[in-house]
């Protein structure tokens, strides 16, 4: 079973600033990855997938990237709404075990 | 309008059985994953099993197989989550979702809006 890390569990940023997430699988997952907003009472969002793909209508400011064993997502400029838990997630048709969350706060 | 309507909330008690659905439409339901999530309270996203509506064989994690069935009824394009015995340790918000490509059990792009379950004595 594949375990999904991410880190920091607690980031703090101010607005404008760019904020760097990161997410270790214990095995490679070949590019099966996916990152997802959440925010109080809300169901999650998809925000990438595959590794670096934008789902329909997120904003250019969301970027993926990595491969192998070691992704990020990177949010350029921090607007008010991105203030969130953010998640990543591996897939395949086995299984699809999320990291245990980064949450993104006002600095 | 791809849309995943589940169950409304439930109050239970301990060694109860229960069953939450999740409603498709939107798309063909047949063609594409759907999934199972748990949230416990204040925790994060805990992947739970999927299901292909063409195939009877869904798969679970290790950390739910033999506590949970999922299921389908393609005739009324709606997944299934069922327990025959609670705990309350069960106490969490459940979502389902969508695989985001037909016939792969993918990322899930789509997410119906969560039943919470409270399993109290």
């Known amino acids: 079973e594949i375990v999904m890390t991410q880190s920091p569990d607690t980031l703090a940023v101010s607005p404008g600033e760019r904020a760097t997430l990161s997410c270790r699988a214990s095995?490679?997952?070949?590019?099966?990855l996916a990152w997802y907003q959440q925010k109080p009472g809300q169901a999650p969002r998809l925000l990438i997938h595959?590794?670096?793909t934008r789902a329909n209508g997120v904003p250019a400011r969301f970027s993926g990237s990595g491969s192998g064993t070691e992704f990020t997502l990177t949010i350029s400029s921090l607007q008010s709404e991105d203030f969130a838990v953010y998640y990543c997630?591996?897939?395949?048709?086995?299984?699809?075990?999320f990291g245990q969350g980064t949450k993104v706060e006002i600095k | 309008e791809v849309h995943l309507v589940q169950s409304g909330a439930e109050v239970k008690k301990p060694g109860e059985s229960l069953k939450i659905s999740c409603k498709a439409s939107?798309?063909?339901?047949?063609?594409?994953?759907i999934g199972w999530v748990r949230q416990m309270p204040g925790k994060g996203l805990e992947w739970m099993g999927i299901?292909?509506?063409?195939?009877?064989?869904?798969r679970y994690s290790p950390s739910f197989q033999g506590q949970v069935t999922i299921s389908v009824d393609k005739s009324i394009s709606t997944a299934y989550l069922q327990w025959s015995s609670l705990q309350a340790s069960d106490t969490a918000v459940y979502y389902c979702?969508?695989?985001?490509?037909?016939?792969?059990?993918?990322?899930?792009?789509?997410w119906g809006q969560g039943t919470l379950v409270t399993v109290s004595s």
């Open positions: 979702a969508r695989s985001g490509l037909p016939s792969i059990a993918a990322n899930f792009d789509y």
């Open positions: 939107g798309y063909r339901f047949a063609s594409y994953w």
């Open positions: 299901i292909y509506p063409g195939d009877p064989d869904p």
């Open positions: 095995q490679r997952v070949s590019g099966n």
């Open positions: 595959g590794a670096s």
């Open positions: 997630q591996h897939y395949n048709n086995w299984d699809g075990a």
